[in-house]
């Protein structure tokens, strides 16, 4: 008999016995796929949804609902039926007067008429001492015309005393009007050589006009809705006659030989009555001597 060796556990690092690792279990014999399977059973094909049964009668398209024939719109009185259906559904925004009257102020808070209109400056400033002054001269020249226009246009009154004439000699410049129209008036104006002659209304002080030649700006009003003799463009030509009132504006010249008046002669053209000017004048308040009344 022969002899077998005793196999000891494996000792781990300290010297004890380590288990022995048991071996994987065997597989599972599978079926052979050779095996013969029974037969397949059979199905029964889904039935078919039954088809629904035609109406008795013939249907209609939806054009000969009465629906349809109240809104057709190719029809007479068919236009109110779809007012009214787009009213149901959208609503209207219609308010009577009393409703308007009574909502005013309680929607939106009232504000002044000119609000947002005009710019706004700094209190104080400049700018707004300027507009003043503006809107102070045009309220000035408004009432002047109202007071003046009467006097022209009435047979009453056949002598019109004025302040200054003027007799035009020649027309350099005028302004033309804009193709375009604008919101705002576009100031015109119109520059010429001019006599002055003085009344017996309004006598020279020291520091005054002197009868002589002038070079006179003429400050046009704005046109308005009905044509006026005062401050217009109407009859500025040569050879008019010209009343002006006060004020005006007097501009002294510089000397013979000076740059400034060099410059203006040869702008205006050599003419012999630019060597004995008195000075430039701006008016804004005038108007043509008329026929019918006396100068």
């Known amino acids: 008999m022969a002899l077998q060796p005793l196999l000891k556990a494996p000792s781990g690092p300290t010297g004890k016995p380590r ?16 095996k013969p399977l029974g037969p397949l059973k059979q199905l029964a094909p889904p039935a078919l949804p039954q088809q629904p049964m035609s109406p008795q009668k013939n249907m209609k398209t939806i ?20 007012l009214s259906l787009f009213l149901q559904q959208h609503g209207h925004g219609f308010i009577s007067t009393t409703d308007r009257e009574l909502q005013r102020g309680m929607v939106v808070s009232p504000n ?9 400056f700094v209190r104080g400033g400049f700018a707004e001492r300027a507009q003043n002054m503006m809107s102070c001269a045009r309220t000035d020249f ?14 009453a009154s056949p002598k019109l005393s004025s302040d200054m004439r003027l007799h035009i000699h020649r027309i ?21 050589l001019c006599r002055v002659m003085m009344t017996g209304r309004h006598r020279l002080g020291p520091s005054d006009l002197t009868e002589g030649m002038y070079i006179v700006l003429f400050h ?62 701006v008016v804004s308040r005038f108007c043509f001597c008329p026929r019918k009344v006396t100068c």
């Open 63 to 82: 054009f000969t609902t009465s629906v349809a024939l109240a809104t057709d719109p190719t029809k007479e009185g068919a236009g109110a039926e779809l």
């Open 220 to 281: 046009f009003a704005p046109p308005q809705g009905t044509a006026s003799v005062v401050s217009s463009t109407e009859q500025f030509e040569e050879g008019k006659e010209v009343l002006v009132w006060m004020p005006w504006q007097k501009l002294e010249l510089a000397g013979p030989g000076s740059e400034a008046t060099d410059d203006l002669r040869a702008a205006l053209g050599a003419l012999d009555e630019l060597n004995s000017l008195h000075g430039l004048l």
């Open 112 to 120: 002044k008429r000119w609000k947002g209109k005009d710019p706004k």
């Open 142 to 155: 408004a009432l002047w015309k109202r007071q003046t226009e009467p006097k022209l246009e009435s047979n």
């Open 19 to 34: 288990s022995v690792l048991k071996p994987p279990p065997m597989p599972i014999p599978v079926a052979s796929a050779n």
């Open 172 to 192: 350099f410049h005028v302004s033309k009007v804009p193709d375009r129209p604008r919101a705002m008036s576009v100031p015109r104006n119109g520059l010429a």
